[in-house]
């Protein structure tokens, strides 16, 4: 997977951080269920939050913002979107 990921330039100019995360996805995915595998490749986690907002906002009593972690401007002061996977969301409780 790490060899895949550095034939893209642009991956490339991250190469540590990319490692470090190529071997966390690896380990996270080879502990989870098998059929939720193909699950969290075919969902565009962004957009399912994003569609979730309101629902949140309202059961929660709270203003909730979604972003990408590679949004420009991205809010992020406790440096959260470090964190997150596929499947495993950052989430910035203020």
């Given at each position: ?11 490339r ?19 989870s ?8 490749v ?14 949140l906002?309202a ?5 909730v ?10 809010y ?19």
């Amino acid at each position: 997977m790490t060899k895949k990921c550095m034939a893209n330039e642009d991956l490339r100019k991250n190469g540590k951080a990319v490692t470090e995360f190529v071997k966390k996805v690896v380990t996270d995915l080879s502990r989870s269920d098998p059929d939720s595998k193909q699950i969290i490749v075919e969902t565009n986690e962004t957009s399912l939050l994003r569609s979730a907002a309101g629902f949140l906002s309202a059961e929660l009593n709270a203003e909730v913002y979604v972003f990408s972690a590679d949004d420009d401007g991205l809010y992020d002061p406790q440096n959260k979107s470090k964190a997150a996977t596929p499947g495993r969301p950052a989430i910035l409780l203020e």
